[in-house]
């Protein structure tokens, strides 16, 4: 089955470290995105990316990198620069132009201990 | 850039009531998604609308958008407990379609 895989799906990170969160898909979607899930706050556009090898900032993109190689993956590294980084992160993938949105993985939750 | 404001941010109702839950934006919409989240978990789609006065259903749940194409609720009939979670809307943006901006998200509790 067609899907979008997110892991770990629970990540511990000492303060100072970098530390990269993993997103797949096999649905042979063009674009990918990564939003930042805070209580209260809604989903927040982190980093998306249209087209293998090209990549825009959200809205919050400070303290995070990403890269697009493949079309299936979009990994995001949380760096040490981002100051707050606890947060439950969502990726999701779609087409450029579709009736149906987004199709969400089931996240990850970091937790800087 | 688009704003989305959800009301009420949180309800709680008693199995068998009706509810309904709303979302307002800045700007005219060119889509409307309404998406639902188990806590902890990905965001599941519901409905897509997109013309002005649009209605669609499925099962309990009927979401609209008005003639303005800027505000959209989402109404459920008969709420069960499996109703419970979190809602949000996500409007594209009107330079890059493909973009989503959501909503705080309204939290719904249905007490058995």
């Known amino acids: 089955d067609g899907g979008i895989t997110q892991s770990p799906k629970y990540l511990f990170r000492k303060e100072g470290q970098n530390v990269t969160l993993s997103c797949e898909q096999n649905?042979?979607?063009?674009?990918m995105y990564w939003y930042r899930q805070d209580p209260g706050q809604g989903l927040r556009l982190i980093y998306y990316?249209?087209?293998?090898?090209?990549?825009q900032k959200g809205d919050i993109a400070e303290g995070y990198s990403v890269s697009r190689e493949k079309k299936e993956s979009f990994p995001l590294t949380v760096t040490s620069a981002q100051k707050n980084p606890t947060a439950f992160y969502l990726c999701?993938?779609?087409?450029?132009?579709?009736?149906?949105?987004?199709?969400f993985g089931s996240g990850t939750r970091l937790t800087v201990v | 850039s688009q704003e989305l404001e959800q009301s009420p941010q949180s309800l709680i109702v008693q199995e068998g009531k009706n509810l309904t839950i709303n979302c307002t934006s800045s700007?005219?919409?060119?889509?409307l998604y309404w998406y639902k989240q188990k806590y902890g978990e990905g965001l599941i789609f519901l409905m897509m609308l997109q013309k002005g006065g649009e209605e669609k259903s499925h099962e309990k749940i009927t979401a609209k958008l008005d003639e303005k194409k800027q505000q959209s609720s989402l109404h459920i009939t008969a709420s069960q407990p499996s109703h419970a979670g979190i809602y949000l809307c996500?409007?594209?943006?009107?330079?890059?379609?493909?973009?989503?901006?959501f909503g705080e998200g309204t939290q719904l509790t249905v007490n058995p």
């Open positions: 649905l042979n979607h063009d674009a």
């Open positions: 996500g409007a594209p943006e009107e330079t890059s379609g493909s973009r989503l901006t």
């Open positions: 999701a993938s779609s087409i450029l132009i579709s009736n149906y949105g987004y199709t």
């Open positions: 700007k005219t919409l060119y889509g």
């Open positions: 990316s249209q087209i293998v090898n090209d990549f």
